[in-house]
């Protein structure tokens, strides 16, 4: 089992920035890919970004391409998403998850999840 819990979520003004983490423990050993999701209100979970753990590839949606970075602390077992020009479509409560799966890179489904944190951009 791997346990995951974020944190960094907020209210930001459009065109502003925050930084999201993720913080995981239990049988951290045998992660593959960590990733972000978010679900806005009435809408279906989405992929935001990714990242392999050991040799740090990494994917993002066309939407935050240019605008957010997801990186990653292996001595920390901490995982980041960097969200710079913040816009009010960004709303939603971003999830971190975890995978001891290579399939969940190219499938993303995803094992693991944390509880969320919310992110609100006011226009």
């Known amino acids: 089992q791997v346990q995951l819990v974020e944190s960094g979520g907020g209210l930001v003004q459009a065109g502003g920035s925050l930084r999201l983490s993720c913080a995981a423990s239990?049988?951290?050993?045998?992660?593959?890919?960590r990733a972000w999701f978010r679900q806005a209100p009435g809408k279906e979970r989405e992929f935001v970004a990714a990242?392999?753990?050991?040799?740090?590839?990494?994917d993002y949606a066309d939407s935050v391409k240019g605008r957010f970075t997801i990186s990653r602390d292996n001595a920390k077992n901490t995982v980041y998403l960097q969200m710079n020009s913040l816009k009010p479509e960004d709303t939603a409560v971003y999830y971190c998850?975890?995978?001891?799966?290579?399939?969940?890179?190219?499938?993303?489904?995803?094992?693991?999840w944390g509880q969320g944190t919310q992110v609100t951009v006011s226009s």
């Open positions: 998850a975890a995978s001891t799966s290579a399939t969940a890179w190219y499938s993303r489904n995803y094992a693991y």
């Open positions: 239990g049988r951290t050993f045998s992660t593959y890919a």
């Open positions: 990242v392999t753990w050991s040799g740090g590839s990494t």
